[in-house]
């Protein structure tokens, strides 16, 4: 897999880890979803996954899943209305 190198625009990334947010090893191994368009067709140009093992192929789209999940809950729960402060723009 090709390194990436220079300054990173995104920092501070935690992962959770048996219910711990816990920041993110650069040295640890990390399985990843995503669009096949990004993953597998380098996508907007983002190269990062480029050589990956793609575990599975084909799956439901984005906006697929998004539709499924709306015919069958109806609504998004007001627990779910408020943010909660995990992201954030320095």
């Given amino acids: 897999m090709k390194?990436?190198?220079g300054e990173r625009r995104?920092?501070?990334v935690y992962?959770?880890?048996n219910g711990d947010y816990v920041p993110l090893d650069p040295e640890?191994?990390?399985f990843v979803g995503g669009a096949d368009y990004i993953i597998e067709h380098d996508g907007d140009g983002n190269t990062a996954f480029r050589g990956g093992e793609v575990i599975m192929s084909g799956g439901?789209?984005?906006s697929d899943i998004l539709s499924d999940w709306f015919r069958t809950h109806g609504s998004i729960p007001d627990s779910y209305r408020e943010t909660?402060?995990?992201?954030?723009?320095?």
């Fill in 84 to 90: 909660e402060g995990r992201i954030t723009v320095k």
């Fill in 60 to 62: 439901m789209t984005d």
């Fill in 28 to 30: 640890k191994t990390y």
């Fill in 15 to 17: 992962i959770l880890e």
């Fill in 3 to 5: 390194d990436i190198t």
């Fill in 10 to 12: 995104v920092s501070d």
